[in-house]
């Protein structure tokens, strides 16, 4: 999302880098240039004006500290504004209320149905025990949705057949929360293409009898500035306690989602990465800017894969790495749990030490992730026999390897020796419990990550 934005703030400070001081001179050149980058991701007028005005006080402020680079003076002080624009830091879910009530709202596409899902598997991770309460009562297709989505994610859907009275159902769904010991209802209500008085009055009308503790505005993170308008709309009318930004996976310029809470005065509490009902994610603004700057975002990676990694068979596989006992099979498990950490597009966002245009990144994307499938083509075309004992697999293995997976004899042969070599350097480096960040500092984990990705790109 932030990528063009990130690539352009990365070379004005590149260029400041060359200078030996910040002078008023370089640091109205910087200044211009970042106002440029802002305002093509779309970011806000408004908030360019704040950002620009801030980092130039600041910058004049800070003329005076000697002996300290401009680049590292400027990354700091961008990435302070960008920290403060974006809203300080992680704004949880309010739980206070017995039983919680959390509203969905926004337009009609937003993603409130399956953000509302998302949200389930999150509260439950949290020790919740959430009811999702179908008030999208206009079409019955939006009811089956959330049922779907209800089974997909193992959490109990609350409808009242045949009624359109949002307070009935509610009040009926607050009743069976207290008789089956629910303890929050994540209410996903009904959107309209624009804001209207309707949509508006049923979402007020919620608001004055029910008093929830959250009315989290869902918002499109591709509709660019319209986003904004629509947000401070349903903030100054609702009243919303938080926002959740969708879509966040896709192309667009990232401009609102750097407006959006400086607009209305309120946190963007989680974000939307992806279709799939586990890419939801907590929003913190300060490892955002810190990804927004190049300086890749460890923490959030680690995290992710402590939630989607099995801690057991990440153990079983970091054993027989010691022992140079990986076979074929295990290498599929852990090409496996790779995936699990979201595309090689994303792992590589994360990764400190990969600024790298955004260019680049696709193309090393694009190639990891085409030799990841031959890996697995080559792989499958291998007995079950081959593939625990790698020492089985003669030339005439080799060959019958190589016509059943259209790979060339001679790239069969790199692959098997390269694969032994990978597997002699794994006995001695492997520590799959730091790549994996389950106990290791943040430290031991960033060295491990690159030495992950440095053994997938050898084994190609
Ligand atoms: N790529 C992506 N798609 C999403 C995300 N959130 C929702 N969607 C998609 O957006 C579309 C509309 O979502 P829905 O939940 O039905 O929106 P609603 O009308 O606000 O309830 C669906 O196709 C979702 O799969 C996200 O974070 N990333
Ligand atoms: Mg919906």
Redesign the pocket.
Known sequence: MFDSLSEKLQEVIKKASGQSELTQENMQDALREIRRALLDADVNLRVVKSFISNIKDKAEGENVLQGVNPAQQLVKIVHDELVKILGESQAPIDYSGHPNLIM?L???????????A?LAIKLKKDGRNPLLVAC?VYRPA?IK?LQTLGEQTNTEVFTLDGSKNVQDIISSALNYAKDKGFNTLII?TA?RLQIDTDMMAELLLIDRVFSPQEKLL?I?AMTGQESVNVAENFNEQLGITGLIL?????DSRGGAALSISYCTGKPVKL?????KLN??EDFHPERMATRILGMGDIVSLVERAQEVIDEKEAMALEKKMQKAEFSFNDFLKMQKQMKMLGSFDQILGMLPGFNISKNDREKLSHEGEKQFKRIEVFIQSMTPEERENPKLIDSSRKKRISAGSGISLADVNTYIKQFEQMRQMMKGVSNLKNTFGKFGGVNGTKLAAKQMMQNMRRFK
Do not use: R
């Open positions: 969905m926004g337009l009609q596409g937003s993603g409130k149905t399956t953000s509302a998302k999208d939006a949705q996903d959107g869902v499109d969708t879509k966040a996976d896709g974000i939307g990465t992806g279709e890419a939801l």
